[in-house]
Structures are given as C-alpha cells and as structure tokens.
C-alpha cells in the first residue's frame, strides 16, 4: 500500500525555520515527482512546491520563493521541505502528495499532514 508519512512540523517564531520530511513508500520513489501542499484553516489547499524525479527540478510558489527549498533523498525514499524566515501567513496543515499512473488512470496519494505554526 502506498504511504506518505510527513514529520517535522510544530511550532515556531515568525522568523525562524523548520525541516519537514515526507516519508514514501510502496512505489519506485526514483521515477515519481513530489509536491508539498499546505491547507490553512477555512483557506483552500494551495500549492507549495515540487520537485520532480530524477533531475530533481524543484518549482515554488511565489508567496515562498526564497525562503523554501525542496530537496529530495532518493536512497531513504524521503523529501524533504526546508522553511526559512517562517511568517505568521505560513501557519497551515502541510502535506505531500504523489501522483502514480495505475493503467493509465492517475491515482493522487496524501500523507496525512503535519501542523505548522508560527506565531507573531
């Protein structure tokens, strides 16, 4: 069964940083783009980034472009999302996602999130 699992998450002064992790398994990590998400209470899901598989091309929102930076450990299965210079807006359930193709029909697969927060 496919998992994601993130970690890391909790809370923090504006300013600050944090290191989330996303745990995956139960499908070739190596060949699979990324994405982290963030959900922030009575506020759509909105993107914040991905990375892709093998080159390992990242692309960001621009509400953290500079401040965020995705990288990925190919050999622990993991993805990570460094968060720098934390502000209060960045307060939100944070998860990562997977797209797989399963006989040509895309299946979407969600950890089930880790809080973020940061206070002013």
């Known amino acids: 069964e496919v998992q994601l699992v993130e970690s890391g998450g909790g809370l923090v002064q504006a300013g600050g940083s944090l290191r989330l992790s996303c745990a995956a398994s139960?499908?070739?990590?190596?060949?699979?783009?990324i994405a982290w998400l963030r959900q922030a209470p009575g506020k759509e899901r909105e993107g914040v980034g991905c990375i892709t598989s093998r080159d390992g091309s990242t692309f960001y929102a621009d509400s953290v472009k500079g401040r965020f930076t995705i990288s990925r450990d190919n050999a622990k299965n993991t993805v990570y999302l460094q968060m720098n210079s934390l502000k209060p807006e960045d307060t939100a359930v944070y998860l990562c996602?997977?797209?797989?193709?399963?006989?040509?029909?895309?299946?979407?697969?969600w950890g089930q999130g880790t809080q973020v927060t940061v206070s002013s």
């Open positions: 996602n997977v797209q797989l193709m399963r006989d040509m029909v895309p299946y979407d697969y």
């Open positions: 139960a499908f070739t990590f190596d060949d699979y783009a």
